[in-house]
């Protein structure tokens, strides 16, 4: 752990995803949603590159002015890409004030058809479905006694985290190498 940590990370300004159809994104989460589309930008060029590609960036805010962010690319999306993603491998936990605000969005989606499924995870409850692109979407309620499970679990994280790698270690290392492993910085 790094004794002084001059760089200070506010908050998540966006998360961004590849989507199918932007049009398909946007009724998902602004029709269904109920999130405000906040920006739709069309590119004739890789941003930052001569690099001649056309492709759409849209933004959905969320009531603290974070965002969630998709890039349409048409050109370049493998068909096979947008498949439900495990959870472990992708997925967004967004907050939700409280389990009135879970149960109303579940009510909406049952209403067109989609599935869902809760799950009680003490410090939290969630619900999680898959938007239409395959990503996994969490909704999440604090649990009343969340800050405290939260605040004991930081007091044991190292600890339980140093006990975690000792554990599987071994198997990491025949799956994935010393070198895939070495903390050192990567060129």
């Known amino acids: 752990m790094l004794e002084n ?3 200070k990370i506010n908050n998540v300004h966006h998360v961004a995803f590849r989507c199918r159809d932007a049009e398909q994104t946007r009724w998902f989460y602004e029709d269904i949603l109920g999130m405000k589309l906040s920006a739709a930008m069309a590119f004739d060029h890789l941003s930052g590159t001569d690099k001649k ?7 959905f805010e969320m009531n603290d002015g974070n965002y969630l962010a ?5 050109h370049n999306a493998p068909s096979d890409f947008f498949k439900d993603m495990n959870g472990f ?3 967004v936990a967004v907050e939700v004030q409280d389990m009135k605000a879970i149960n109303s969005i579940r009510d909406k989606l049952t209403q067109i058809g989609w599935e869902s499924f809760e799950i009680n995870h003490d410090f939290v ?30 007091k044991k994280a190292h ?10 270690r071994k198997m990491k290392l025949n799956s994935f190498g010393e ?9």
């Open 89 to 91: 491998d992708s997925h």
């Open 53 to 59: 590609i056309e492709y759409m960036h849209i933004f």
């Open 159 to 168: 600890q339980e985290l140093l006990k975690w790698t000792d554990r599987t």
């Open 179 to 187: 070198e895939a492993l070495d903390r050192r910085e990567r060129n």
């Open 5 to 7: 940590q001059n760089t």
């Open 70 to 74: 998709f890039f349409d690319d048409p």
């Open 125 to 154: 409850i969630s619900l999680y479905i898959f938007d239409p692109n395959g990503i996994q979407l969490e909704f999440t309620c604090r649990a009343n006694d969340h800050d405290k499970i939260m605040k004991a679990d930081a």
